[in-house]
């Protein structure tokens, strides 16, 4: 079955009231194939608009191009909360970026009405990237400006919810990180091109849960073309400190002391060879927290989370000359 068809069978669990907006759907199913450049400003714009936690209602359609098809731009304003319509002008699109056996299926969320004119990479956890919390916050970050690309890291074979411990490590065996890696890299040079086209050239963001969030640092390791200007790592996984001394952009990272996959003292290693890096610790808080809260404690460590991840984009993606 297409992997950009595939909905999960189970629904995210049960979300807390937040104070910053959540989306309030899942986008209709585009497929776009990638044989001709894709331009950003050439994106059918599909609204959403804020309704709590329910994340599957659907609004109507915004359509809204440039005479030139170049990426709508506008100074970027950190505010502390977003009007509805600024929300509303998000546009969800389905891509397959490659062909034949090295195409891989991705999310674009791309902003319309504030458009800052810069790219990130979003690197799911081990749900993928059809899961509605990362969705959910990938829209969140398409609100403040950016355009954010979610890959399918598992080209369609994310991890289901019940496996058992062996069913789960079999599968976790058969993500290979050299395709994984390979994967990342294509989605990366597929963003840097498609900037070109549009005659922007900045460099991207990365942001990564999990697994991902471990991937971040390699994909950051051995980023030989510069294509990435900042990370911000959300209690990554399986994180190798000494991949630290070949990173050479700023990297945020963020955690609990509550969470038995990504040890403190590992982001304190790997934060002594990162040029302005920082370690963010939330007391009390597991894993997962920012992007799937449990509790009103994990709810009010998110948003703190999110703001701070927010200016860490603004700081040194569109402060910081790249």
Not at 69 to 75: F, H, I, R, V, W
Not at 78 to 86: H, I, N, P, S, W
Not at 147 to 155: E, T
Not at 229 to 256: E, H, M, Q, R
Request: aromatic share 8%.
């Amino acid at each position: 079955m297409d992997a950009a068809a595939v909905l999960l069978p189970f629904r995210p669990p049960e979300c807390t009231l937040r104070r910053r907006r959540t989306s309030a759907g899942v986008p209709p199913r585009l497929r776009r194939s990638l044989r001709r450049p894709l331009i950003f400003g050439d994106l059918l714009p599909t609204s959403f608009r804020s309704r709590g936690c329910d994340l599957y209602r659907r609004r109507g359609m915004h359509i809204r191009r440039n005479a030139t098809g170049k990426l709508l731009c506008s100074q970027v304003k950190l505010e502390d909360d977003l009007d509805d319509e600024t929300c509303e002008l998000v546009s969800g699109v389905d891509l397959v970026i490659g062909e034949d056996q090295d195409s891989i299926s991705a999310y674009l969320l791309k902003a319309v009405k504030n458009n800052n004119g810069t790219g990130v990479l979003l690197l799911s956890d081990v749900c993928g990237f059809e899961y509605p919390p990362t969705r959910d916050f990938a829209y969140q970050v398409a609100c403040h400006g950016f355009n954010v690309l979610v890959p399918d890291l598992f080209r369609g074979n994310p991890c289901k919810k019940g496996w058992t411990v062996d069913r789960y490590e079999h599968w976790l065996s058969e993500q290979l990180p050299e395709r994984v890696a390979r994967d990342i890299d294509t989605c990366a040079k597929w963003m840097i091109d498609e900037f070109m086209a549009a005659g922007i050239s900045k460099k991207l963001g990365i942001i990564g849960f999990c697994f991902g969030g471990g991937h971040l640092i390699k994909a950051l390791a051995r980023d030989e073309q510069a294509y990435f200007g900042t990370g911000i790592c959300f209690y990554g996984a399986n994180i190798d400190p000494s991949k630290g001394s070949n990173i050479n952009v700023p990297v945020l990272f963020i955690c609990g002391d509550n969470d038995p996959f990504c040890p403190v003292n590992t982001l304190h290693q790997i934060e002594k060879n990162i040029p302005s890096s920082r370690v963010v610790i939330y007391h009390g808080r597991g894993h997962g927290f920012a992007h799937q809260p449990e509790s009103e404690e994990d709810d009010q460590a998110a948003e703190d989370a999110f703001a701070i991840m927010r200016n860490w984009l603004h700081d040194n993606l569109l402060v910081s000359k790249n």
